[in-house]
T-cell receptor
Framework: GAVVSQHPSRVICKSGTSVKIECRSL??????MFWYRQFPKKSLMLMAT?????????EQGVEKDKFLINHASLTLSTLTVTSAHPEDSSFYIC????????????FGPGTRLTVT | KQEVTQIPAALSVPEGENLVLNCSFT??????LQWFRQDPGKGLTSLLL?????REQTSGRLNASLDKSSGRSTLYIAASQPGDSATYLC??????????FGAGTQVVVTP
């Protein structure tokens, strides 16, 4: 159990366009979902935390108008990169937590975004 | 703010040797500590989770220890195999449920 999927796995888009990435918990209800960004050969950087039905909480330095997060249900969160630029190219990974007692997070397979 | 450091950054060993990966953290008030494996271009696979009240966890050839007083965790991988080649990440969870990751240790096990 505890499977998290992401779609798409890879996306290439042109500068100025918007891209939506979906994160789904397939076999459990996620109380909280997290979005991370990973640069090449670097560790994961937390971008934002989202709870179903409420606004996401963004980490310092992350532009909330740039990275729109919608947590529409207990199994789905979406990240939309608006007006994408080449510097937004990165590996985006989501995770989902189902248990507020253990805080264990289950990670999706990631989405490789390339902005040309 | 919690800072997590992993040493060494890279490690290469011949098959069969034991691996020792180190993780240190600055804030001892962590809720739990997790070890993950990441293959190139892939997401994270959870290996072990140690609750703050625990001192170690074991799964097969993997054993992870946690010493909150010294701010350290160690991941041991016994009898390494080429399939163990990957990047290993440790992360501490704070009381808000947020994970703070180390930069990882890139492991190469040569046949």
């Amino acid at each position: 159990g505890a499977v998290v999927s992401q779609h798409p796995s890879r996306v290439i888009c042109k500068s100025g366009t918007s891209v939506k990435i979906e994160c789904r918990s397939l076999d459990f209800q996620a109380t909280t979902m997290f979005w991370y960004r990973q640069f090449p050969k670097k560790s994961l950087m937390l971008m934002a935390t989202s709870n179903e039905g409420s606004k996401a909480t963004y980490e310092q330095g992350v532009e909330k108008d740039k990275f729109l997060i919608n947590h529409a249900s207990l199994t789905l969160s979406t990240l939309t990169v608006t007006s994408a630029h080449p510097e937004d190219s990165s590996f985006y990974i989501c995770s989902a937590a189902r248990d507020t007692n253990s805080y264990e997070q289950y990670f999706g397979p990631g989405t490789r975004l390339t902005v040309t | 703010k919690q800072e997590v450091t992993q040493i060494p950054a890279a490690l290469s060993v011949p098959e069969g040797e034991n691996l020792v990966l180190n993780c240190s953290f600055t804030d001892s008030a962590i809720y739990n500590l997790q070890w993950f494996r990441q293959d190139p271009g892939k997401g994270l696979t959870s290996l072990l989770l140690i609750q703050s009240s625990q001192r170690e966890q074991t799964s097969g050839r993997l054993n992870a220890s946690l010493d909150k007083s010294s701010g350290r965790s160690t991941l041991y991988i016994a009898a390494s195999q080429p399939g163990d080649s990957a990047t290993y990440l440790c992360a501490g969870t704070d009381s808000w449920g947020k994970l703070q990751f180390g930069a990882g240790t890139q492991v190469v096990v040569t046949p």
